[in-house]
């Protein structure tokens, strides 16, 4: 409002505009000082909803009260920074699990191509630094591949961890059934 032109817009909850009415008919002066009217400002331009779910494809089961796990370390596909907020929560498990090594997987053609773990290990020679994957994706070889996750099973699988497949394959499972009622 306007100093001294009483110009501006004024809000106020049905709630109070009835009791503004009531008392202008029982001939009482109503009760609206500084305070109650920032009090009513605030009760009127509340956020009905402080803290949405954060669900998303990404994690179905809401980020908030079941967060994805992070990844390991520093994790490059082809030189190209794998980011937690770019990968579902199956992606990030199978990512985690690759232990290193070169194995020999099909691409959506058919064809098998190897796919490169490195693992870098920090200074101590004890801790994980970076985690390397290289697929070929040059000229011809860039057509025709499958999802990140496929390729990671496929490798657990020839590594013969296959604790960590099942576990995976079905945390997929049970993430698909969840996100179907996303795109409803």
Known sequence: MTQGTGAGVVTITGEQLQQLIDAAAAGHKPDLTAEALAAAFQTANRRENLSPPDVSIYNPKDERK??????????????????????????????????????????????????RVEHLKNVDGQTLDKVLINIPAKDEERYDHRPLLEYCLDALEVAGETAAVTRITALRKELDALRVTLRM
């Open 66 to 115: 079941h967060p994805r796990p992070e990844l390991r370390c520093k994790t490059y596909l082809n030189g190209v920074d794998m980011r937690k907020d770019t990968l579902t929560w199956e992606e990030l498990e199978a990512l985690n699990a690759l232990p290193p090594g070169e194995f020999r997987i099909k691409k959506s053609n058919g064809k098998f191509i190897a796919f």
